[in-house]
């Protein structure tokens, strides 16, 4: 007879207690029901199909989109000692033989199978003769070409309830909104099942949207704040991620990057370093991230725009997975909203889905150029009503301020106009400000009307007002005539004064001195815990360097954080530490003890 939730939750996972609604899913999906979850990234999803596997009778089949993925989710349950494996195109032939007779004779509690595999009728076949205990859809938001990471072979899941409609399925995510949680429902048949929303809020994560100024003095003071700590940095084109990861490496930082040109033999030896290794900072277009499974990312900065909101939430969600605190940071300027703009209006997709990608754009813009709280504007996109202002974002900890910024439209838009709609935000900035530059006396814009009434202002709030005007659709960028800026639909009302302008001042610091500078997330440990930690985390490493694993498939830092504060003497008071259960007590509680006890006598 199979053990109850709670039993495997303790003894295997080495947790006392479920969090939000995972009770409720499990007991729902143990007693045969299908369902869809929304559950954020770090909030415990995988246990929603792991403990039912565990709980019912026969194989769980785990359709998963990435290899990666895959393969750490199956080592770190042959860590805690449940039979696991996986099933995908990296896999030796006579390996998957090997897998698949042991499915057949009932050997194996939990598989992950790549969704092409899963549709192979011979596959189908095997699953046609085995106990089946329950199939679980992973990253199900890639079955919605609403999404952002569609994948086609996710449309044919349907054969799953088609050819064994008596097997539970649950479907799960981290990121869709409505639209693209219809399509998950209706695309996989799951009209008919429950739909758990555990909410999106994830309050380990600091948000940041500073004015792109500096990007590499920005990005440094990120890096630096987080010395010796896992980030990823995104760019939005290959050159970027080149140049970059470059320019740090180059610093001393331990940067590599990571996108599709890069031979596929340096994509996976990179990605397989920052997995294993502590410290490693990946600089990477969007073709990363989503197969990374490590828990202890501390950053992820975006030097460029995402997508969508959706997007961002599903990109910086890959930080703090274990709910330490971590930091998310987006730098933003006017020549990101363009290039945006200008990806949308250049796709070849049907209108209707353009339409909607515009609406997405929109939707990124005013979470960017919002005053008020990032987190409540972030999760009521996903439909969320939050009590109040988070407390941990950079409009809560530095308010921003509102004024009436019509004077300062109309004057930069007039000279927009007056230049000629053809110069970029520098040069009528120049014109603005009464710079004497060569352009200007070039163009014989000196003699212009709006010459010198913008001196109030310096570059950097320029730049910031013309950014909000181009966020509002006041003005537009002409990146076929070479970025040159041009009057929008919408300005006509400004300039005549029958529409008000409300801006925001952009918070502009300078980088503070080095020895001053201090991470905005930190764990919340006294110094002589740290050290504690610093021992505990070089011991993970070595024993995972010697099983070629990565160092969170032993333990996650949260479960180290706790050894270093509580100080444990023996084994018994070791197994009270959330993630150690049993199989990890006997593998490395004596190592973990000894290094505690070594770090307790010297100190």
């Known amino acids: 007879m199979r053990r109850q939730p709670t039993e495997i939750l303790r003894t295997i996972f080495g947790f006392d207690s479920f969090r939000g609604h995972q009770a409720e899913i499990i007991e729902h999906v143990v007693g045969g029901g299908d369902a869809m979850v929304l559950m954020p990234t770090g909030g415990g999803k995988s246990l929603c199909y792991q403990i039912p596997a565990l709980c019912r009778e026969g194989v769980t089949v785990v359709v998963s989109p990435l290899i990666a993925l895959m393969r750490d989710q199956v080592e770190a349950?042959?860590?805690?000692?449940?039979?696991?494996?996986?099933?995908?195109?990296?896999?030796?032939?006579?390996?998957?033989?090997?897998?698949?007779?042991?499915?057949?004779?009932?050997?194996?509690?939990?598989?992950y199978v790549a969704p092409e595999r899963l549709l192979m009728d011979s596959f189908l076949t095997l699953l046609g003769r085995c106990k089946l205990a329950l199939f679980a859809i992973d990253e199900a938001h890639c079955v919605s070409q609403w999404g952002h990471d569609f994948r086609p072979e996710y449309l044919r899941l349907t054969v799953l309830h088609e050819r064994f409609p008596a097997v539970p399925r649950i479907a799960l995510t981290a990121t869709a909104d409505a639209p693209t949680r219809r399509d998950i429902q209706e695309r996989l048949q799951l009209e008919k099942g429950r739909v758990f929303v555990a909410g999106f809020d994830r309050p380990?994560?600091?948000?940041?949207?500073?004015?792109?100024?500096?990007?590499?003095?920005?990005?440094?003071?990120?890096?630096?704040?987080?010395?010796g700590e896992s980030g990823i940095v995104y760019c939005m084109t290959r050159k970027s991620v080149d140049r970059v990861a470059q320019a740090l490496a180059d610093r001393g930082w331990p940067a590599l990057p990571y996108h599709a040109g890069l031979d596929k033999a340096v994509r996976d030896r990179h990605q397989d370093r920052f997995i294993k290794d502590d410290g490693v900072i990946v600089v990477a277009t969007?073709?990363?991230?989503?197969?990374?499974?490590?828990?202890?990312?501390?950053?992820?900065?975006?030097?460029?725009?995402?997508?969508?909101?959706?997007?961002?939430?599903?990109?910086?969600?890959?930080?703090?997975?274990?709910?330490?605190?971590?930091?998310?940071?987006?730098?933003?300027?006017?020549?990101?909203?363009?290039?945006?703009r200008q990806l949308v209006a250049g796709s070849e997709a049907p209108e209707a889905q353009k339409q909607i990608e515009r609406r997405k754009l929109e939707a990124l813009i005013g979470f960017c150029e919002t005053t008020q709280c990032r987190r409540q504007v972030l999760l009521s996109y996903f439909g969320e009503t939050p009590a109040g202002p988070c407390g941990n974002?950079?409009?809560?900890?530095?308010?921003?301020?509102?004024?009436?910024?019509?004077?300062?439209?109309?004057?930069?838009?007039?000279?927009?106009?007056?230049?000629?709609?053809?110069?970029?935000?520098?040069?009528?900035?120049?014109?603005?400000?009464?710079?004497?530059?060569?352009?200007?006396?070039k163009f014989g814009h000196g003699n212009l009307s709006t010459y010198g009434i913008g001196k109030e202002l310096s570059v950097a709030e320029w730049r910031s007002v013309f950014r909000q005007l181009a966020a509002h659709g006041f003005l537009e960028v002409d990146m076929a005539g070479h970025g040159g800026l041009r009057l929008g639909d919408e300005c006509r009302d400004v300039l005549r004064g029958?529409?008000?302008?409300?801006?925001?001042?952009?918070?502009?610091?300078?980088?503070?001195?080095?020895?001053?500078?201090?991470?905005?997330?930190?764990?919340?440990?006294?110094?002589?815990?740290?050290?504690?930690?610093?021992?505990?985390?070089?011991?993970?490493?070595a024993l995972a360097k010697a099983q070629g694993v990565p160092p969170?498939?032993?333990?996650?830092?949260?479960?180290?954080?706790?050894?270093?504060?509580?100080?444990?003497?023996?084994?018994?008071?070791?197994?009270?530490?959330?993630?150690?259960?049993?199989?990890?007590?006997?593998?490395?509680?004596?190592?973990?003890?000894?290094?505690?006890?070594?770090?307790?006598?010297?100190?």
């Open 77 to 111: 349950l042959k860590q805690l000692g449940v039979k696991a494996a996986a099933l995908n195109s990296s896999i030796a032939f006579s390996a998957a033989v090997q897998i698949e007779r042991q499915i057949a004779d009932g050997e194996i509690d939990i598989v």
């Open 552 to 603: 969170y498939v032993i333990f996650h830092d949260s479960t180290l954080v706790a050894m270093a504060t509580t100080n444990p003497r023996n084994l018994e008071s070791l197994a009270q530490i959330p993630g150690v259960g049993e199989s990890k007590l006997k593998r490395y509680g004596a190592a973990f003890l000894e290094t505690i006890a070594a770090f307790r006598d010297g100190g």
């Open 286 to 340: 969007i073709a990363f991230g989503m197969g990374i499974d490590k828990p202890d990312v501390r950053f992820v900065v975006h030097l460029d725009l995402p997508k969508s909101l959706e997007a961002y939430y599903q990109e910086t969600g890959r930080a703090g997975r274990d709910g330490l605190p971590s930091d998310a940071v987006m730098l933003y300027g006017l020549e990101d909203v363009t290039k945006i």
């Open 204 to 227: 380990n994560i600091r948000y940041r949207v500073p004015p792109k100024t500096d990007e590499r003095g920005q990005l440094l003071e990120v890096i630096e704040s987080h010395k």
């Open 498 to 541: 029958e529409r008000r302008v409300e801006l925001h001042r952009d918070t502009l610091r300078e980088r503070r001195p080095r020895k001053a500078r201090k991470a905005a997330a930190t764990i919340d440990i006294n110094p002589a815990g740290q050290a504690l930690f610093d021992l505990l985390r070089a011991k993970r490493l």
């Open 393 to 441: 974002c950079d409009t809560c900890l530095e308010p921003v301020e509102s004024f009436d910024g019509t004077e300062l439209a109309q004057k930069a838009l007039s000279c927009v106009y007056r230049t000629g709609q053809r110069f970029g935000a520098l040069h009528v900035i120049d014109v603005l400000r009464g710079t004497e530059s060569e352009k200007v006396h």
